[in-house]
């Protein structure tokens, strides 16, 4: 499942840095996750980096874009052809 932000985003910028796909973008109101590029961090760390640095815990569940941990792995690969998963 690709993370969302939700409206408790405060537009720190904090999760932007730290995104490994570059699926978070400054939006109008707060920052925006693409659900394309988002894998969850799967194939790079254990934890979503969005959340963990997040001081509002903006970065939650998007349910319109449910996957796998099979389909996040195949997206890092289609993402990062060449690149083995951590």
Do not use: S, W
């Not at 969302?4 to 904090?14: P, Q």
């Not at 490994?20 to 973008?25: F, L, Q, R, S, V």
Request: glycine fraction near 4%; hydrophobic fraction near 35%; aromatic fraction near 6%.
């Amino acid at each position: 499942m690709a993370l969302m932000i939700t409206e408790e985003c405060i537009a720190c910028g904090a999760c932007e840095a730290e995104c490994p796909n570059e699926a978070i973008t400054e939006g109008d109101e707060f920052y925006v996750i693409d659900p394309c590029k988002c894998t969850e961090c799967v194939g790079f760390f254990d934890k979503q980096q969005c959340y963990e640095v997040c001081p509002v815990e903006a970065p939650q569940p998007d349910p319109d874009n449910v996957e796998t941990r099979e389909q996040l792995l195949a997206k890092f690969a289609k993402l990062h052809p060449g690149k083995e998963p951590a």
